[in-house]
């Protein structure tokens, strides 16, 4: 499968993106964690990104196009994948079309996340992220606990809040995320592509609705 998931800062894309990589054997593409890491490791690009993304702005078009087109460019591209956090603008999708026109690659499905802002202030304020590179596991205070708090379950490295979860930086994220999301959810739905999914409750419950829309694609070959 080739997946894009959309929807609001926080509404678990991220999650979601991790289990379907996970059970269903795709590459997993976050443009969020390639930039926290370039920036952590002060690359050109995570230089150049750094003030956008402590305020909670979006990274200039060029620039998240650019890391994105650079790991399909590579020698072996991913064929299977789940796109989490990109496309965000409709100049970003149409990038990307031209990204999946080289490779003759085809999306199989859209999946919009729906979670309303008041839940995401809510969620996002109590959400502990792991800082490995490679790990990144994200934990909820209530809704998915660490089981020794402060600490990753998978790696045991201590937990963080990222310093773009704060309240206010939430909401200009929020601002920015309602002023791109009605052309890019167009872009798809008038290819057919998009799915909209209720992104509230359970994690286990979205990605059962997840795949039940996908509806046994599961197991078809990219
Ligand atoms: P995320 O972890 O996906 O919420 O992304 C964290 C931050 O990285 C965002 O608030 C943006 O500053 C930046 N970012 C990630 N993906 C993109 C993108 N596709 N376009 C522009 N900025 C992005």
């Avoid at 402590?54 to 399909?72: I, M, S, T």
């Avoid at 809704?143 to 809040?161: A, E, F």
């Avoid at 791109?180 to 008038?190: F, T």
Wanted: charged residues 25%.
């Amino acid at each position: 499968m080739r997946l894009i998931l959309l929807g609001p800062p926080g509404c678990g894309k991220g999650t979601q993106a991790k289990l379907l990589s996970e059970r269903n054997g795709l590459e997993h593409i976050g443009t969020g964690d390639i930039l926290r890491e370039a920036i952590r490791q002060q690359t050109p690009a995570g230089l150049r990104a750094h003030p956008y993304v402590e305020k909670g702005q979006l990274v200039p078009d060029d620039l998240v196009n650019d890391v994105v087109a650079e790991r399909f460019n590579l020698n072996d591209p991913p064929k299977c994948f789940v796109l989490d956090g990109y496309p965000r603008t409709l100049a970003q999708a149409i990038a990307f079309d031209q990204v999946l026109r080289q490779h003759y690659f085809d999306l199989t499905a859209v999946i919009f996340l729906q979670v309303s802002d008041e839940e995401i202030i809510a969620r996002v304020g109590e959400r502990w992220s792991c800082p490995k590179p490679g790990c990144k596991a994200t934990y909820h205070t209530k809704s998915k606990p660490p089981r020794v708090p402060g600490v990753c379950d998978y790696c045991g490295t201590k937990l963080i809040q990222r310093e773009d979860d704060r309240p206010e930086t939430v909401r200009a994220r929020l601002v920015v995320y309602h002023k791109n999301i009605g052309p890019l959810v167009e872009h798809y739905r008038v290819r057919g592509l998009l799915k909209e999914i209720p992104g509230h409750g359970a994690i286990d419950k979205v990605y059962a609705s997840i795949m039940t829309v996908l509806n046994g694609q599961a197991k078809r070959k990219c």
